[in-house]
């Protein structure tokens, strides 16, 4: 079964802590999303990656194909990036013609002043 | 830079009734999604389009249908609402399969 992991769900931390938030993933990938989601609702993808690391202001992505794991990190970290960060992959050879995206639960992260 | 627009953003319904969530994007995109959010569960493809004029059911189709009416607009039809399908709504979009997608700002349904 093609499935998606988040650790951890829920995530306080003060400001200017170094964040990190992880997503693991059953079989093999085309891609991973981190997406994030704001308290309003709506969603923002903030990486596309399917190797190695990028990075985007304060905040790096990471995968490790091999081991099926990717990260979120947040260097740091300030109160408005209070928000659900949800990881989504593109499995190799899913349903749906490749269009399907399998979202983890998200975790929720709040950065305390 | 508009986007990913979706309408409404909260709708009420009473069991029974229909109606239809519309959207709309501006990036000349190939593919748009329908997902739904329900607490505690990932989002859920419910339908998709990989270009103008195609559309296919994805995870959980029960209970809605769909138009691509042309390449800017995708829209999703609940011909009979259901309290099961009480739900946050996103629609979405991309240039093409396996690329960065971008998402509408969401749709709270109730159905009561």
């Known amino acids: 079964k093609n499935e998606v992991e988040q650790s951890p769900q829920n995530l306080t931390a003060q400001e200017g802590e170094f964040i990190t938030i992880n997503c693991s993933y059953s079989v093999g990938i085309s891609a991973l999303h981190w997406l994030q989601q704001h308290p309003g609702g709506g969603i923002v993808s903030l990486f596309m990656l399917s190797s190695g690391k990028k990075k985007h202001g304060r905040l790096i992505a990471t995968i490790n194909i091999q081991e099926k794991h990717s990260s979120l990190h947040i260097t740091a970290s300030h109160p408005r990036d209070s928000a659900v960060y949800i990881c989504a992959v593109r499995f190799r050879g899913n349903n749906f013609g490749n269009e399907k995206l399998t979202f983890g639960t998200g975790t929720r992260l709040t950065i305390i002043p | ?112």
């Open chain 2, 1 to 112: 830079n508009a986007g990913v627009t979706q309408t409404p953003k909260f709708q009420v319904l009473k069991t029974g009734q229909s109606m239809t969530l519309q959207c709309a994007q501006d990036m000349n995109h190939n593919s748009m999604y329908w997902y739904r959010q329900d607490p505690g569960m990932g989002l859920r493809l419910i339908y998709y389009s990989a270009s103008e004029g195609t559309t296919d059911k994805g995870e959980v189709p029960n209970g809605y249908n769909v138009s691509r009416l042309n390449k800017r607009e995708f829209s999703l039809r609940l011909e009979s609402a259901a309290p099961s399908q009480t739900s946050v709504y996103f629609c979405a979009s991309s240039a093409m399969r396996g690329t960065e997608a971008f998402f509408g700002q969401g749709t709270r349904l109730t159905v009561v």
